[in-house]
């Protein structure tokens, strides 16, 4: 089982889209508490529109893992280091697919010059960030950095 990371493009976007609203809807409970107004608050920009949008931004990088040719994740940094996406589909939680998207979205922001990666997390990914490197700006924060 190998996972693969290359930039997304345009024909991604259903199974992209899928990926995000399908990991925002069943794993981040701890965040939305199955609140419908703030899950369809928070999949509101989850749609082909804006996966057009994102691809196209010359400030940022965005990024799908794929296993057996599926995509499994999503990611996205802009160009200041600021890890905007970082979702696996639910089936595949726990089998490294946010690590390595997270691993290839720090090289691209190396690469751009950046020495420092900043995420507002959410509270359900705030320790896989912890355990990455990264840390609360302060306290019990989500807003966590890591340098690069």
């Not at 701890?30 to 107004?37: E, M």
């Not at 804006?50 to 499994?72: C, H, K, P, Q």
Request: glycine share 6%.
């Amino acid at each position: 089982m190998t996972i693969s990371i290359r930039v997304g493009k345009k024909t991604d976007a259903e199974a992209a889209i899928a990926v995000l609203r399908q990991s925002i809807t069943q794993l981040c409970s701890a965040d939305h508490q199955d609140d419908d107004a703030e899950i369809a608050s928070w999949l509101s920009n989850k749609t082909a529109a804006s996966w057009a949008a994102w691809i196209n931004r010359e400030d940022a990088t965005v990024l799908v893992a794929e296993l057996e040719g599926n995509i499994v994740g999503v990611g996205m940094a802009d160009a200041r280091g600021e890890i905007l996406l970082n979702y696996a589909h639910p089936d595949t939680r726990f089998k490294g697919i946010s690590t390595a998207i997270l691993l290839a979205l720090e090289a691209e922001v190396r690469a751009r010059g950046m020495e420092m990666c900043v995420v507002e997390s959410t509270r359900t990914a705030k320790k896989f960030y912890e355990t990455r490197g990264y840390q609360a700006a302060a306290g019990d924060s989500l807003s966590l950095s890591k340098r690069l």
